[in-house]
């Protein structure tokens, strides 16, 4: 049972245009989410996260964005840059539940930006 | 710079043979941390979470007798595969979370792959 998901596994943007990502998830309980962003053979980096309290959150030229009632959050990179390629994950977990944050990944997706 | 550091980044080893896998926290103290494997292409997939002076927790589908896991202090967890196979050669990767913030931090991973 997939819990969380990433529709696309693969997304082509040009350079200095807006990249949106999506994940889609099922837990009702999940009350954290966050975005990773991974190179091959390298563990993940954090870009951002968002807790379920918020339906919006913005860090520079990355934003996530939460619809609760449609469980569906998004990932919004702009202006686009070359060195964003990479696969992005999103991850959800239950943070209020201290000692058992373990997250829940989705498929990921790669994210390609066209110079 | 890193939070969570993992040692080795790379290991080749026999088959048959076992290897030891190190994640470390650095500057902060961990008592849960979370141990990851992503097969190529593939999302990163719970094994294990490890607990400070217990036994860990496994997922379902994972060998507890296979991959041995010892948090034996607040800043040093360690997995250890047993009797490798060429089927666990994988990408494996550690977590903690800093309880001073929301934010859960990755290790740079370890390839390990079994000839």
């Known amino acids: 049972d997939q819990q969380v998901k990433q529709n696309s596994p693969s997304l082509s943007v040009q350079e200095g245009r807006i990249s949106i990502l999506n994940c889609d998830y099922t837990n009702s309980m999940f009350d954290y989410f966050l975005w990773y962003k991974k190179y091959p053979a390298e563990g993940p980096t954090f870009l951002i996260s968002?807790?379920?309290?918020?339906d919006k959150n913005e860090d520079g030229r990355f934003t996530v964005f939460l619809n609760k009632s449609a469980k569906h959050l998004s990932l919004h990179i702009v202006p686009s840059q070359p060195g964003d390629s990479a696969v992005y994950f999103c991850a959800a977990t239950l943070l209020s539940n201290f000692g058992n944050e373990k997250l829940t990944f989705g498929t990921g997706t790669r994210l390609t930006i066209i110079p | 710079g890193a939070v969570v550091s993992q040692h080795p980044s790379r290991v080749i080893c026999k088959s048959g043979t076992s290897v030891k896998i190190e994640c470390r926290s650095l500057?902060?103290?961990?008592?849960?941390m979370f141990w990851y494997r992503q097969f190529p292409k593939q999302s990163l997939m719970l094994m294990a979470t490890s607990n400070e002076g217990s036994k860990a927790t496994y997922e379902q589908g994972v060998e507890k007798d296979k991959f041995l896991i010892n948090h034996a202090s607040l800043t040093l967890s360690t997995l250890t595969v047993t009797s490798a196979h060429p089927e666990d050669s994988s990408f494996y990767i550690c977590?903690?979370?800093?309880?001073?913030?929301?934010?859960?931090?990755f290790g740079e991973g370890s390839w390990l792959t079994v000839v």
């Open positions: 977590s903690a979370r800093v309880y001073s913030g929301n934010t859960i931090y």
């Open positions: 968002i807790s379920s309290i918020k």
């Open positions: 500057d902060f103290q961990a008592t849960t």
